[in-house]
């Protein structure tokens, strides 16, 4: 994707099956292809997002019909948000998040939250998230924290 970062993104509903590669890939490498299901992906409600450059997937991002613990009803759990490396910096996570908080809004979200890894807080805090937890760890995955944003 050298040079192209000008080239436009296109971000639009993707069936489950087509995160897998990019969660395998990016999220959760070596793991076992019923590891990269998740709880909630077939049900109605989830909307699994790809983001495309010249008809090629490079980003996907699921929203779940989740209530954040202790946080209000009507939320929106974002989760499996992954870009392929020479994707990122151009835009597509930025474009995969607006989608999946509008997303949300159209269908009265009063929030959007997800367990952010650390280091990626300050991507989430340009898109409006708050850090609403303390540091925690997952095994095998790493530092993260719980990141909202009030619709």
Known sequence: MAGDSH???????????????????VLRPGQT?????????????????????DGRLVGIASLYREDRPGG????????????????????????LLAAAVDHAARHHGAEVWCNARTVAIGFYHRAAFRVASEPFHIAGIGAHVVMVRAL
Do not use: F
Not at 34 to 49: F, M, Q, R, S, W
């Open 72 to 95: 209000p009803a009507g939320g929106w759990r974002l989760r499996g948000m992954a870009t392929t490396p020479p994707a990122r910096g151009r835009g597509v996570g930025a474009a």
């Open 33 to 53: 292809a019923e590891d990269l299901v998740y709880p909630g992906d077939a049900d109605p409600a989830t909307v699994h997002l790809g983001a495309y450059v």
């Open 7 to 25: 080239r436009p993104v296109v971000v639009g509903p993707i069936p489950p099956g087509a995160t897998a590669g990019l969660r395998g890939e």
